[in-house]
């Protein structure tokens, strides 16, 4: 009907609801677990021209726009700073970019699509769409641990709060809930994120802080009214959205199952309760209940598309699966209780089992799995790395490379010094606009630059490939003395004002009414404004700056700003929405 693969059918076509290509996902995780009564070739074709050609655009369906290109071509989809508006016309002025979060819902779904890819023998788009798998990494900020917007010119936007994330349901950067959850969401390579936290331990002890993190600074009403869908909340943790349905599970390929059992039985009491508060937030396509039995059975498909089930902790003493093939999968819980929820030991068909995953296949050929529990976690079981579940081996890639500077704004001179994460790599760069190669100059050491530069640059390393190039620009300020103005005798000490009254939602109001009064004042006042509540000031003047260098302007305000320096906005902390840099 749309000439595009739907996303979410309905009967009077496609949705085109929230973000990735999560298509992907169902039709890789039916082929591997050997469903495949279905034209492939056709099914290929249609999620190709998504990956490849389709807009990438929350809640928009169709051709590609500048930023999808962008994506393709740098590995990330870039961000604007708070409350910007997007010059991109085709960009929903409610659902926004949702950068973050499309960079990583598409590094998995270019996972999915990637294995069919390899099922199929079609080598080279396999190659392209393995290297966007890891697309989730050019988002990962090192210096915060969280994911987190970047621009396009390769600079991270700062200052971020990972629990406010910026704007409604935290759109401009994720969807619907924020980061703290959300920088989980890389369900296919759950090693490599391991890796980018610090390792096992660093990993669990940051979900364990995620469980934990309060809103301290951040009233609960303003909470709900942020981010209407971050319900079922535990510390930091969204129950009640799908986004966060594995991140219980995470646990797990870090060798610490039985915090997966505590968190899953605590989950399950908490919000999944035989009353009005049975169901804790958005039940989008059944994905509420859906954890809810997995969970019960005790086991869950953290990564679909590759047919293994991590295991959790039984609810029920016996669950048996009847397969079509006429065979049972049953799973066994001896002493089980509320108390008893920490798997001991287990056996499958008879056997000791050790691992804290099993394949679908296990399933399929019937069986029984058997847990016994007790009321003490057995931390040793499952916890050894070969016990462990595994994500798909990848190909390795190399982590983007980036600029540290601590101004992108400099007077005479800016220093330039080129870091990348991945060991062993070759930073190649160029200043004339061109494109760097493994001919362009190499960055050996920090040097300076003495004009506003456009510096180009990316990683090499043998054996891998290279990374998208990534593009800087420092900008030289020209400033002008004001000497000359001084000694006219031009200047007087004091600030200009003119003081208005109404009902003002913005600063902008102001600009159509006239002032009731305006003057000089020695500094920074609001006396003018008696006892009257709804009132507003314009200051105006200049300020006397004792030398030459650097200096940072901000604006400090309970009711709304807007900082303008010779004439052009510079801070807007105006209306509905935090401060940003114009």
């Not at 809930?177 to 490599?192: F, R």
């Not at 916890?383 to 992108?408: G, N």
Request: charged share 20%.
């Amino acid at each position: 009907q749309s000439g595009w693969l739907p996303t979410f059918p309905q009967v009077y076509g496609d949705m085109k609801a929230m973000i990735g290509n999560h298509q992907d996902a169902i039709i890789a995780d039916a082929w591997f677990k050997g469903l495949r009564n279905f034209d492939m070739d056709k099914a290929y074709e249609g999620m190709l021209k998504n990956a490849m050609h389709g807009a990438m655009l929350p809640w928009r369906e169709g051709p590609t726009t500048e930023l999808g290109q962008f994506y393709r071509e740098h590995g990330y989809f870039p961000a604007l700073d708070p409350g910007a508006k997007d010059p991109v016309k085709e960009v929903s002025p409610f659902e926004k970019r949702q950068a973050v979060a499309v960079t990583l819902e598409h590094a998995y779904d270019d996972w999915c699509l990637s294995r069919i890819a390899a099922s199929l023998g079609q080598k080279e788009d396999y190659e392209k769409l393995a290297k966007r798998a890891f697309n989730y990494k050019n988002v990962y900020n090192s210096k915060t641990g969280f994911m987190s917007p970047k621009r396009a010119d390769g600079t991270w936007v700062e200052p971020f709060d990972p629990k406010k994330s910026s704007g409604t349901g935290c759109r401009e950067y994720f969807a619907e809930i924020n980061a703290w959850t959300y920088s989980y969401s890389v369900q296919h390579d759950v090693p490599g994120l391991m890796t980018l936290m610090g390792g096992p331990q660093q990993f669990i002890n940051r979900l364990d802080g995620l469980f934990a993190e309060p809103m301290y600074g951040y009233c609960r009403w303003t909470q709900t009214a942020h981010i209407p869908d971050g319900t079922g909340m535990v510390g930091q943790f969204v129950m009640g959205n799908e986004q966060g349905l594995h991140v219980p599970y995470l646990y797990v390929y870090a060798g610490a199952p039985w915090k997966t059992q505590k968190r899953i039985r605590q989950l399950e009491s908490t919000w999944f309760r035989n009353d009005l508060m049975g169901m804790c937030g958005d039940e989008d396509g059944g994905a509420m209940s859906s954890w809810y039995v997995f969970s019960a059975m005790g086991f869950y498909p953290l990564t679909p598309g590759l047919p293994i089930y991590v295991i959790g902790t039984p609810l029920f003493d016996k669950v048996s699966i009847r397969l079509p093939n006429g065979r049972d999968f049953v799973i066994l819980a001896k002493n089980n209780s509320h108390k008893n929820k920490y798997i001991q030991s287990a056996t499958m068909n008879g056997k000791a089992w050790t691992k804290s995953w099993f394949l679908h296949k296990d399933i399929l050929n019937g069986g029984e799995l058997a847990l016994k529990m007790g009321s003490l976690p057995n931390k040793a079981w499952g916890s050894s790395m070969q016990d462990r579940p595994h994500s798909e081996k990848f190909k390795p890639v190399i982590q983007m490379p980036y600029l540290i500077t601590d101004d992108l704004y400099f007077l005479d001179t800016a220093k330039i010094v080129l870091a990348c994460d991945t060991d062993g790599t070759e930073i190649h760069y160029t200043l004339d606009g061109r494109l760097p190669t493994k001919s362009s100059p190499r960055y050996n050491a920090p040097f300076n630059v003495q004009k506003t530069t456009i510096i180009k640059f990316r990683a090499f390393k043998q054996g891998f490939a290279p990374t998208p190039v990534a593009r800087q620009k420092l900008q030289k300020i020209n400033y002008t003395s004001f000497k000359d103005y001084e000694n006219d005798g031009k200047f007087s000490n004091g600030l200009n004002y003119e003081y208005f009254e109404g009902l003002f939602a913005h600063v902008a109001d102001m600009d159509v009414i006239k002032p009731l009064r305006s003057g000089v004042i020695p500094n920074f006042a609001i006396m003018q404004s008696k006892d009257v509540e709804q009132f507003g000031y314009i200051f105006s003047g200049f300020i006397r700056i004792p030398k030459d260098g650097i200096y940072t302007f901000y604006n400090k305000t309970n009711d709304g700003s807007i900082l303008y320096l010779d004439g052009k906005g510079f801070i807007n902390m105006d209306g509905g929405h935090p401060a940003y840099v114009l």
